[in-house]
């Protein structure tokens, strides 16, 4: 780790920041740019639905503030409720991007929890994949769906914490566990994430990055909330690669050896 080796593969996208960062909710471009080079991503979300990236001239474009040769984007498909809806906003996205492959798939089932909606977003996957995108998928924490995905070819799994936007932090970690054992692609924990903690969480269990967005957003000082964000994904993923000690549920070791303590009577 300390020597830059541990790096974040998606496909065969090589990235040192495990931290990916929503570019929507924020008061201005000027505030997300100055929270994203705070949380030190890589890789920003883009909802083409939602953000202007030179559709209209008359207004900023996001690509002024996170230009491409400095960030790597990630169309998404934010406020899709259909495979037919998702596929046709990120062939819009490709088309803006100059043939950008790189994509974050979510189909979500209403507009009350923006839960994901899995047979929908099944069948979007199996047709961009077939397309040549590189899939990366907001799901369910269902470790067989999360299987199915992979097995469709997509390049993630981003199985949610909790609902979007409720900073509840990861309500289920045993699920998110038993994703982790049977997948083989990158596993990022995405949407519910409300603080470092919750981040530094996620990161010990093993996961292998976190996408946020609201948790920065609607921080009260939201550069600094990125700041505590990218810390905590660096303390997780040390932590997950140390090894943490054994969980000892019914007995207490003292933290310093008591063999050979000065006038202790041998035994």
Known sequence: MPDGSDELLIGERRFSSRLLLGTGKYRDFKETREAVLASGAQIVTVAIRRTNLGQDPAQPSLLEYLPPSQFTLLPNTAGCYSAIDAVRTLRLARELLDDHRLVKLEVLGDAESLY??????????????????????????DPIQARVLEDVGCVAVMPLASLIGSGMGIVNPWNL????RRVRVPVIVDAGVGTASDV?????LGCAGVLLNSAVAHA?????????????????????LAGRMPKKAYGAAPSS????????PET
């Open 116 to 141: 994901p909606n899995m047979p929908e977003t099944v069948a979007a996957a199996k047709t961009l994949v077939a397309e040549g995108f590189e899939v990366m998928v907001y799901c369910s924490d």
């Open 177 to 180: 566990e038993l994703i982790l």
């Open 200 to 204: 530094a969480i996620a990161m010990e």
């Open 220 to 240: 009260r000082l939201p550069a600094l909330m990125a700041r505590a964000m990218r810390l905590g994904v660096e303390a997780g993923r040390a932590a997950f």
């Open 257 to 264: 050896p008591t063999d050979g303590m000065i006038g202790r």
